[in-house]
């Protein structure tokens, strides 16, 4: 190598930067060791900053364009270095290239959960998850409060920090919106600006500002989202009364049904018996025998159905009751001789006493004295 290679491999006369990453926000220029020329080409593309740092203080910051590095075009650091205008002599100095593009799809969400005060629901413990978007909105404040030395800063290494702050303004905005819960969905849009109104202060100071933000769900715990949908279910049923009616009736049904499969699943099994045993017995053995023929057991019947009683109390229908609640409310007084029942396929309201199925639950009590 000869003395002027190794002299004009001493300065860099040419800068620039291609992001071959998708997460790569701040990425120092290696130098190792090499002055930059004075005049040196500094390319900064769309999507990008240069921020020379030189003798550890920032100094001039460059914005997309090409330029000759001279005094005219570096005014900053001319002041720190007291050039003037004759000035040729390489220098030495930090450049630091910042992406100014859109990070997109950051994800936030809470940790634990959100305990607010809802107007319908009482205390209710809430979880949000979202997504967001980044961008370096001043490369010199992000370099001095996040980056520091850090040769290759990635957006994972700040993600973290910036979901810490959302998840905070969020719970203090949820717990003051005074929004239902079951409004919520139809306000995450606006939820989300405030939300992003309210830290863009916060992240201003990092140099940093958030495009989007979005708040794609809001949820109760299980245990809640449980009842709510049983009382849903409640709302969709309507007439409760009509709709216990309607259960006992499917009931009733499916036992018969029941039944009814159990006797001809029995009948059928029986003819297939008694056939097989005829056919059997139509093959005499060698000496003349025939087997002995084995009668098929006849199938159990189905089990009796239990009445259930609806009991009028105050002009109002009250039940259904089963037969042994029943007999709690009589020993409670609840139901007596006088009070008016009524069960399926019974004709019209009759008194206890005249129901003979529920006559016996007064025989442990003596009648009223004559003349009561």
């Known amino acids: 190598m000869g003395i002027l290679d190794f002299l004009s491999g001493q300065f860099i006369d040419v800068i620039h930067w291609t992001d071959d990453t998708r997460d790569t926000m701040v990425w120092r220029f290696e130098r190792e060791g090499h002055e930059i020329k004075y005049g040196a080409k500094l390319t900064v593309r769309e999507g990008q900053a240069a921020v020379f740092v030189h003798e550890g203080q920032i100094a001039d910051v460059f914005t997309p364009g090409l330029y000759m590095l001279e005094t005219n075009n570096m005014p900053i650091m001319t002041s720190l270095q007291h050039w003037d205008h004759g000035f040729r002599s390489p220098f030495k100095s930090e450049v630091y290239f910042v992406n100014t593009t859109r990070f997109n799809g950051l994800k936030w969400g809470t940790k634990n959960p959100i305990i607010c005060r809802d107007p319908e629901f009482g205390p209710v413990r809430l979880r949000a998850y979202g997504t967001y978007s980044v961008r370096v909105s001043d490369p010199a404040k992000f370099l001095v409060e996040i980056v520091g030395t850090d040769g290759e800063f990635t957006s994972g290494e700040i993600s973290f ?147 259930v009683w609806h009991v009028a109390i105050d002009g109002q229908t009250q039940g259904p009751f089963s037969k042994a609640r029943m007999g709690r409310m009589v020993t409670e007084g609840a139901l007596t001789r006088e009070s008016y029942v009524w069960t399926q396929g019974q004709d019209g309201w009759k008194r206890a006493e005249d129901v003979t199925e529920l006559a016996q639950l007064f025989t442990v009590l003596p009648p009223p004295p004559p003349g009561a």
């Open 161 to 307: 920090q910036i979901r810490n702050i959302i998840v905070q303004e969020f719970s203090r905005l949820i717990a003051s919106s005074g929004i239902p819960v079951l409004d919520m969905a139809a306000n995450t849009q606006e939820l989300g600006q405030m939300l992003s109104k309210g830290i863009s202060a916060t992240i201003a100071e990092y140099g940093l500002t958030l495009p989007e933000l979005y708040i794609e769900n809001i949820s109760l715990p299980d245990a809640v989202e449980r009842a709510l949908d049983r009382r849903t279910s409640m709302g969709v049923v309507g007439d409760l009364d009509a709709y216990t009616r309607f259960q006992a009736a499917e009931a009733l049904g499916a036992e018969g049904s029941a039944a009814g499969q159990a006797m001809g699943t029995g009948f059928g099994a029986g003819m297939g018996m008694a056939m097989g045993g005829a056919m059997t017995g139509a093959q005499a053995g060698p000496w003349g025998a025939r087997p002995q023929q084995t009668a098929a057991a006849a199938p159990p019947p189905p089990p009796p159905v239990e009445h």
